[in-house]
């Protein structure tokens, strides 16, 4: 569980860093506002801790793993760079 939530925070830090360097943009704005919908499965304009575990976990679930279950940091950051452009691309929709 503790290796779950070390590499939960790795990735929410490497989103996180990612974002900060990227150009305020009204394409972002949209992006971050579908993700927030995404995350929240009762639609009460609101994301719980659990609404974002499950989200996030999901997410941390469809990465290539090692043969010992983990995620190394070259396939985060695919992940990370595939999102965001997948993102970016149905925020521009």
């Given amino acids: 569980m503790k290796t779950f939530l070390a590499a ?7 989103v996180a860093s990612t974002s900060t360097f990227a ?3 009204e394409e972002s704005e ?3 506002m579908m993700q927030l919908k995404k995350m929240d499965t009762n ?4 994301v719980s801790k659990d609404e974002y575990m ?7 679930d469809a990465m290539k793993k090692t043969k010992d279950g983990m995620v190394d940091m070259n396939e ?4 990370t760079r595939m999102y965001m ?3 970016e691309g149905e925020a521009s929709k």
């Fill in 30 to 32: 949209k992006a971050m």
């Fill in 43 to 46: 639609g009460d304009g609101m």
């Fill in 85 to 87: 452009r997948n993102m």
């Fill in 23 to 25: 150009k305020e943009s």
């Fill in 8 to 14: 939960l925070l790795a990735c929410v830090s490497l």
């Fill in 76 to 79: 985060m950051k695919k992940m």
């Fill in 54 to 60: 499950k989200y996030h976990e999901a997410r941390y």
